[in-house]
């Protein structure tokens, strides 16, 4: 079983949708929780991050976090065709050496239809 | 504010060749990381130098090598490649590690 698993899509929504984009992991070492946006033939963005319980709100977007259903979120509000891309979740815990680790999930695809 | 360069863009090389991939992280950032994205295993993570330091390494074989230079420039290597090395190799860098990557564009590496 890996870590994190998010579920690949792909996701085709009309614009102005609520999206919601989804993570579930099995580490309950983790501490801090990101979001990443990759558009095509591009490196990933970080749009969110994110280190307690609860929800954080930028924009647009709303990250949630659920620790103790080890369970993250990412709510997209009034989509747009410019949101299209791979969302990829991310999380990271100490390693032995007391360094950050972070664990990617595969992504979702995500298609804002005009 | 200049973003992570990576260099070259595309790659294609042969079976058995070797190769080196080059990153430049934004300035005052000392961690870097690298990562393999293919489609079917998404981001894997390779290994994390911090202050030319190893502090982090994933579950890559020893063919899979990298070094930081004094200025945080980061270069990986790869040696005696083979076909499943196809992938796009991405740089990211952060001020601590683990605090909010920035990625460069990544390299594409074809190996034929």
């Known amino acids: 079983q890996k870590e994190v698993e998010q579920d690949p899509g792909p996701l085709s929504v009309p614009e102005g949708a609520i999206v919601s984009l989804n993570c579930t992991y099995s580490?309950?070492?983790?501490?801090?929780f990101m979001w990443y946006r990759q558009y095509s033939r591009k490196g990933p963005e970080l749009l969110m991050y994110?280190?307690?319980?609860g929800n954080k709100e930028d924009g647009r977007f709303t990250a949630q976090v659920d620790k103790s259903s080890k369970y993250i979120s990412l709510f997209i509000r009034d989509s747009q065709p410019s949101d299209s891309a791979t969302y990829l979740c991310?999380?990271?815990?100490?390693?032995?050496?007391?360094?950050?680790?972070?664990?990617f999930g595969t992504g979702t695809k995500l298609q804002v239809i005009p | 504010k200049a973003g992570v360069t990576q260099t070259p863009r595309y790659l294609i090389k042969t079976r058995g060749q070797q190769v080196t991939l080059s990153c430049s992280p934004i300035?005052?950032?000392?961690?870097v990381s690298w990562y393999q994205q293919t489609p079917g295993q998404g981001l894997q993570f390779l290994f994390e130098?911090?202050?030319?330091?190893?502090?982090n390494k994933g579950n890559f074989p020893g063919r899979f090598s990298g070094r930081q230079f004094s200025n945080s420039r980061s270069e990986m290597n790869v040696s005696t490649l083979e076909l499943g090395d196809s992938a796009l190799y991405l740089c990211?860098?952060?001020?601590?590690?683990?605090?909010?990557?920035?990625f460069g564009s990544g390299t594409r590496l074809t190996v034929v």
């Open positions: 994110t280190y307690s319980s």
């Open positions: 130098y911090f202050s030319e330091t190893q502090r």
């Open positions: 300035s005052g950032h000392r961690s």
């Open positions: 580490n309950s070492a983790f501490q801090y």
């Open positions: 990211a860098s952060s001020l601590r590690g683990g605090d909010g990557y920035t």
């Open positions: 991310a999380m990271s815990a100490r390693n032995s050496g007391g360094y950050q680790k972070v664990t």
